[in-house]
């Protein structure tokens, strides 16, 4: 089994509720660049490769359109522009399009901070951690 990733990278401009640890400076306007990972798993093709990774630049496309040079708080279905939701909202974007979505890595480059998302949990996969919690 391989993994691949493609990346491309975005500037956005945000603002975020307070916290009990922000102060205020997250309620401001500001903008940060932003670099996402696309991570895909699956075996070799024929042709010696899981995928094109000319195919999947053209796949991340859409969701680098809908983020880069825009105001994250009015981009739709996206909620709180936190890192958690931007991964999210890649995932969402992708997942129809790109069989073996594996993960979502998006980074605040200016930041030194990021999320890594893996699609939802499995309903099967919570049952099986709940009955061993109470086994």
Known sequence: M?????EFRFEAAHALSD?????GRYTRLHGHSYRAQIFVCG???NEGWV????ELEALI???????????LNEIPDL??????????FIWNKLKPRISGLQKIAVYRD???????YHGPQQKSTIAATKEMAHA
């Open 2 to 6: 391989f993994e691949v990733f493609k």
């Open 19 to 23: 916290s009990a640890y922000s102060r």
């Open 43 to 45: 075996e070799r093709t």
């Open 51 to 54: 995928l094109d990774l000319g």
């Open 61 to 71: 496309m859409a969701a680098h359109g809908d983020l880069d040079h825009h105001f």
């Open 79 to 88: 909620g709180p522009p936190t890192l958690e939701n931007l991964a999210c």
């Open 110 to 116: 200016s930041c030194g901070e990021g999320c890594t």
